[in-house]
């Protein structure tokens, strides 16, 4: 199975960081955040990633390169502008390939295995989710899960993780360059049950702000996350 990391954001929330670095090149415990997924999924057993970016896209080509000090072959995906996540996704599909393939936000940390998405088989299905309890800045949530299905609403909701993996059926019809949302499509597949979805529950972290960014950072650097 391939990998895919989203790192065409442009981290507006984290200004003035990123007006001169790429979010995804932001560093916490001594090593940038996207280098983090790299490894974590060079040792889940993953030998294939492409890399979507848009805002000095550029410099995180020259800090990654072919990826193979990392364990793994990365191959880039480059947006004149970012075309959000299922835009993006759509615009990278001639890497990406026939089969299903795990996407990750670029600016999140945890310790979910990714081996365990490595040999999933979606059968029928065009999406599997990692949700998990809400996080403070968070507290509404996104989805329900309801006997292994994610729907859209539901008794109790849950937050999506920024962890999938996903048909490319799912993006069947997307224009190559059109700007999309993924959570349309999503929410389409719920309709029609063909969104599974597992309850994560140990060590996640959003870094969406500079403040977070920070706490990650002393978290790591004290030898906890």
């Known amino acids: 199975m391939k990998a895919m990391i989203l790192a065409a954001g442009r981290g507006v929330r984290m200004r003035p960081l990123t007006d001169t670095t ?13 280098v983090w997924q790299l490894e974590k999924l060079a040792r889940a057993g993953f030998t294939e990633a492409v890399i979507n970016h848009a805002h000095l896209g550029h410099l995180i080509e020259a800090a990654l ?26 615009y990278a599909m001639s890497l990406l390939g026939a089969a ?13 295995d990714f081996s365990a998405l490595a040999s ?22 996104d989805f329900a899960l309801e006997a292994g299905q994610v729907r859209e609403s539901g008794a109790q909701l849950l937050t999506f993780s920024g962890v999938g993996v996903y048909a490319p ?3 069947a019809g997307i224009p190559v360059g059109a700007r999309l949302a993924l959570a349309p499509l999503l929410r389409k597949a719920m309709a029609s049950n063909q969104v599974s979805g597992e309850h994560f529950h140990g ?23």
């Open 22 to 34: 790429p979010k995804a090149l932001l560093a916490a415990g001594g090593k940038p955040l996207i």
């Open 203 to 225: 060590r996640w972290h959003d870094i969406g702000s500079a403040e977070r960014l920070h706490a990650l950072d002393a978290r790591l650097s004290g030898g906890s996350a």
């Open 169 to 171: 059926r799912l993006f």
């Open 100 to 112: 299903p393939f795990l996407v990750i936000n670029a600016d999140i940390f945890s310790d979910y």
């Open 65 to 90: 390169g072919d990826g193979s000090r990392f364990g793994i072959s990365i191959r880039y995906s480059a947006e004149r502008v970012a075309l959000e996540t299922a835009g993006g996704i759509a």
């Open 120 to 141: 999933l088989d979606l059968r029928d299905r065009l999406a599997h989710l990692v949700l998990l309890d809400n996080p403070p800045q968070h507290p509404r949530g």
